[in-house]
């Protein structure tokens, strides 16, 4: 295994702001509330975004050795 | 009947080819091993060449009779055809034309196939309350194929294009063959051993049925169906089924398709982040529309400056909030800054004057409360109406409230 991201998923972001969007069109917040959803919100989709763009496609083979142990090679 | 003769005109000579060939061969069985296939797109006529190792007869088989076909001839391919000799007398031609075709000593194989498709059908294999949903955003695919084959080259070639944020891990297997089954299934409870992967797809590029058998054998089927990662299944083209499309959560009828098939497209991605973008804009504008009607209230109440510098600042943060988000969502946003920029502006051109200039009203009642709801003062009660220019006094003479939206 290489480093593992800090980042939230895609899915999980899309979740979270799908949530933001509804609970500030529902209207009950404070300018205060919303301005924090708000800025969580364009954060979410900043970071996603630079996630996309600055993700490189790995291609890897999985192999398994006679002993029954897993490598995982970087295919060119 | 013309008779044997030793001088022919051409034409003559061809007749009489005709005549002796068409009379006596035909309704004949002839095997051999298809090359030069076309399908004819518009006439749906087949033209191919049958040949064995000394020598060739070029083929027809028109429409009407290749329409049922089970199978789909290809280059390469031992059939077993039935039809009759003709002779085109033009050119003195010799053809057969095909009136059936079967795949040359696979009649069992189909018959093995269908009663595999029946007997796991019946066991329920197939059944959809087992289908597992394919992730909407799988982070890595594993991917079962020949590493070798055109099919893992598409599937490298869609997913790079189309998904670059999506890493792959491949584990190659024979995908026909002595022991490609035993590979296949191998592979996928390697998988789902290993566990990193968040979708399978398993498949291999087209051949004849002999060459997909592997994707057909029981082992295979009751792998995948035993699989607790998704499994996707691309076999072949389009016109091939095997039992492991109907066993597999999902069938690719290629396997370019199934790597269109497991991921959204990063493009799609970017419209939906535009779409939240522009809904959390829109939402935290009409708050601001409201705050700014609650600031040109407050501004005519000196004993309240500190709030209205609170929420002056709060608007400030904002308009911070708007600067550093437009420098960080790039280009590709045209449409997010344009719907930002106007945001951005009307921050800066809404004044408090500007607001009640275009119509609007602000209702306080006696104790300088801003009125949200026709019934918060009585019937007969005086109240006080701010409008761009100068405010009035005046009386509730009934009202009519409104249910609540929730």
Not at chain 2, 105 to 117: I, R, S, V
Request: charged share 25%; glycine share 8%; proline share 3%.
């Amino acid at each position: 295994m290489t480093k593992k991201e800090n980042h939230p998923s895609f899915e999980t972001s899309l979740e979270r702001l799908e949530s933001l969007v509804d609970r500030m069109e529902s209207g009950d917040a404070t300018l205060e509330q919303s301005l924090a959803w708000f800025e969580e919100g364009m954060g979410l989709i900043k970071s996603c975004q630079s996630q996309l763009k600055h993700a490189e496609q790995k291609v890897q083979e999985l192999i398994k050795n006679s002993a029954g142990e897993f490598t995982v090679k970087d295919i060119e | 009947m013309p008779e044997l003769r030793s001088q022919y005109s051409v034409s003559e000579l061809n007749a009489q080819i005709r005549h002796l060939l068409e009379g006596s061969l035909s309704d004949i069985w002839v095997t051999g091993e298809i090359s030069n296939f076309h399908h004819h797109p518009s006439s749906g006529h087949m033209y191919f060449t049958l040949k064995d190792s000394r020598s060739e007869m070029r083929c027809a088989m028109f429409r009407g009779n290749n329409q049922f076909l089970k199978f789909k001839p290809t280059n390469g391919m031992e059939v077993r055809v039935f039809g009759s000799v003709s002779v085109y007398e033009q050119r003195g031609q010799v053809q057969l034309k095909v009136a059936r075709m079967e795949p040359a000593g696979m009649g069992d194989l189909f018959k093995a196939f269908e009663a595999m498709k029946k007997s796991l059908h019946e066991e329920g294999l197939f059944d959809s309350e087992h289908k597992k949903n394919i992730p909407k955003f799988p982070k890595k695919i594993g991917v079962v194929t020949s590493g070798s084959g055109a099919a893992l080259q598409d599937i490298l070639n869609v997913l790079n294009r189309r998904a670059p944020h999506v890493n792959i891990l491949i584990r190659s297997t024979k995908v026909q063959g002595d022991g490609s089954a035993q590979d296949i299934s191998n592979a996928i409870h390697e998988f789902n051993e290993h566990g990193s992967v968040d979708v399978i797809i398993v498949g291999r590029g087209g051949g004849s049925m002999e060459d997909l058998w592997a994707f057909n054998e029981e082992l295979v089927a009751r792998t995948i169906f035993e699989s607790t990662i998704p499994i996707i299944s691309a076999v072949g083209h389009e016109t091939d089924f095997t039992i492991a499309d109907f066993v597999g959560d999902l069938r690719a009828p290629t396997p370019s398709a199934a790597a269109e098939l497991v991921c959204i497209s990063v493009g799609d991605i970017h419209g939906t982040f535009i779409e939240m973008g522009n809904g959390l804009s829109r939402v935290l504008q009409g708050k601001i529309d409201r705050a700014w009607i609650r600031i040109d209230h407050l501004e005519n109440r000196t004993t309240l400056q500190q709030p209205q510098k609170r929420i002056q600042s709060q608007i400030e943060k904002l308009a911070q909030y708007h600067k550093r988000m437009v420098h960080g969502m790039g280009v590709t946003q045209t449409h997010f800054l344009d719907k930002t920029d106007a945001l951005a502006k009307q921050l800066v051109g809404l004044g408090p004057i500007q607001v009640l200039d275009r119509g609007y009203s602000i209702a306080f009642d006696p104790s300088g409360e801003i009125i949200r709801n026709s019934t918060d003062i009585e019937i007969g009660e005086i109240f006080t109406l701010k409008t761009g220019q100068g405010s009035l006094d005046a009386e509730k003479t009934s009202d009519h409230p409104e249910p609540k939206n929730t």
